[in-house]
């Protein structure tokens, strides 16, 4: 093993995925303020059936062999060393950024299991829930409630035109007039100020004036990019408008040699998507092995997704995926994702058993 030392910061899919690749063959010490992993295309599955949950989310020491943990989040960084909030100073090597969004749940897988116990009886003791955001999560949502609670009334309200506007237009109409046939009421150009709202608001009005009355809510609506911290680090002047690092055809900031940004935190041309983030992984691995090899070593290039592709599901057995020959929704979206929505693939992929 090579004495070399790299950092790794953020532990989701592209900071596990990297941390698990390397650490093999160099000192890696990965930086996550949560003690665990959590497959997070499952989390709404894990709200409906909180047993699901458990499979989900593990401990970072329990795939990780030889890695060092830092439960912390990254205060700062220099060009030598991270610096996190329970004052560790980490010299590196090799620095590899994948804070794709912040953190705000708990530290604690038992407590992270906790959570979804508490949403699940939110879920059940309603008779009508309100969902505020038509990306992903809330789509997913909806649709986990419908599947297996269909007597709760549901509404959806999005500000956006259409919804799962990641992906295109025909994804978006077909999604909407599932959504309707499962009676969901579905929204849309119309927001809701969530700064307003608390645990016990049961009415709710939008910017139209639109009175709205719930048991109970749900926000669904994009988490923001995790890099805060590198306003207060070295690389700051590299950070796009979007609050993403402009990275090299290597996945490397821009200008640095020694410095990798990759998952959702950087800002390649492409739809921000696991099934991606795990590629950067991968690939920043190989790269950083050729480098600790041989510091002039030519690295291999990143061709990011021309054309976006992604699936979505819609319950247990049904999905929408927009695909390279279409767009479709229905079983066959459903086979790609909604049964286990990737979990056990993930797993097997950090060293844990499927199961
Ligand atoms: C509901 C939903 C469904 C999805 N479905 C799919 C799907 O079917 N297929 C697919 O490919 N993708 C899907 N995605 C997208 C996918 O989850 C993301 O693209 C992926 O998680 C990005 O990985 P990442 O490692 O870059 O970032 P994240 O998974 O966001 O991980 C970031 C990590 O950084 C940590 N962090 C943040 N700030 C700091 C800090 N200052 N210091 C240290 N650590 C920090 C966080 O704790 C976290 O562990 C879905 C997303 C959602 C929400």
Same mark, same amino acid.
């Given at each position: 093993?090579?004495?070399? !030392? ?8 592209a ?9 093999d063959?160099?000192?890696?010490? &990965?930086? %996550?303020?949560k003690e665990?992993?959590e ?7 894990? =709200? ?6 458990e499979?989900?989310v593990?401990k970072?020491?329990?795939?990780l062999? *030889? #890695?060092?943990l830092? =439960?912390a989040? #990254?205060?700062?960084?220099?060009e ?11 010299p590196? %090597?090799?620095?590899?950024i ?14 992270r299991?906790k959570?979804?116990?508490t949403e ?5 003791s309603a008779?009508?829930?309100? /969902? ?8 997913e949502l ?11 009334k ?8 259409r919804? &799962? %506007? ?17 009676k969901v ?6 927001? =809701?100020?969530?700064?307003s ?5 049961t009415?709710y009005?939008t ?7 719930a ?5 669904a609506?994009? *988490?923001?990019?995790?890099s ?11 950070? %796009? ?7 090299d055809?290597? &996945? ?9 940004? /990759? ?6 041309e ?5 099934? &991606?983030?795990?590629?950067?992984a ?18 291999s290039?990143?061709?990011p ?17 927009q ?7 229905g !079983? ?7 049964k286990?929505?990737?979990?056990g693939?993930?797993r097997?992929?950090l060293?844990?058993?499927?199961a």
């Amino acid at each position: 093993m090579s004495d070399k !030392r790299v950092v790794v910061v953020g532990g989701g899919v592209a900071g596990a995925s990297t941390t698990k690749l390397l650490e093999d063959f160099a000192k890696v010490t &990965l930086v %996550d303020p949560k003690e665990y992993f959590e497959v997070p295309f499952s989390l709404l599955r894990s =709200i409906v059936e909180p047993e699901f949950g458990e499979r989900t989310v593990f401990k970072h020491a329990d795939y990780l062999k *030889k #890695a060092e943990l830092v =439960i912390a989040s #990254a205060k700062s960084a220099t060009e030598t060393e991270v610096v996190t909030t329970s004052g560790d100073r980490l010299p590196y %090597d090799y620095l590899v950024i994948a804070t794709g969004t912040t953190y705000e749940g708990p530290a604690t897988r038992t407590e992270r299991v906790k959570y979804f116990q508490t949403e699940n009886k939110k879920i059940k003791s309603a008779k009508t829930v309100l /969902i505020i955001g038509g990306g992903p999560v809330g789509v997913e949502l909806a649709a986990e409630i419908v599947v297996d609670f269909p007597d709760k009334k549901v509404i959806l309200v999005h500000s956006g035109e259409r919804l &799962l %506007d990641f992906l295109g237009p025909k994804v978006s109409k077909k999604t909407l007039s599932w959504l309707k046939s499962k009676k969901v009421e579905v929204i849309l150009n119309e927001r =809701i100020d969530i700064n307003s709202l608390t645990e016990s608001t049961t009415t709710y009005t939008t910017n139209t004036g639109r009175t709205i009355t719930a048991d109970t809510h749900f926000v669904a609506i994009g *988490k923001k990019v995790g890099s805060a911290w590198i306003h207060e680090s070295a690389f700051k002047s590299s950070l %796009d408008s979007n609050g993403r690092l402009k990275v090299d055809t290597s &996945l490397r900031v821009e200008g640095r040699n020694n410095v990798f940004a /990759i998952g959702d935190i950087a800002n390649t041309e492409e739809i921000k998507q696991g099934y &991606l983030a795990l590629k950067h992984a991968q690939l920043t691995a190989e790269n950083i092995k050729k480098l600790i090899k041989n510091p002039d070593s030519k690295l291999s290039t990143y061709k990011p997704l021309a054309t976006p592709m992604g699936a979505v599901s819609l319950g247990r057995t049904l999905g929408v995926a927009q695909l390279p020959f279409g767009t479709t929704i229905g !079983r066959l979206a459903g086979m790609i994702k909604s049964k286990d929505l990737g979990v056990g693939k993930t797993r097997q992929g950090l060293g844990m058993k499927f199961a």
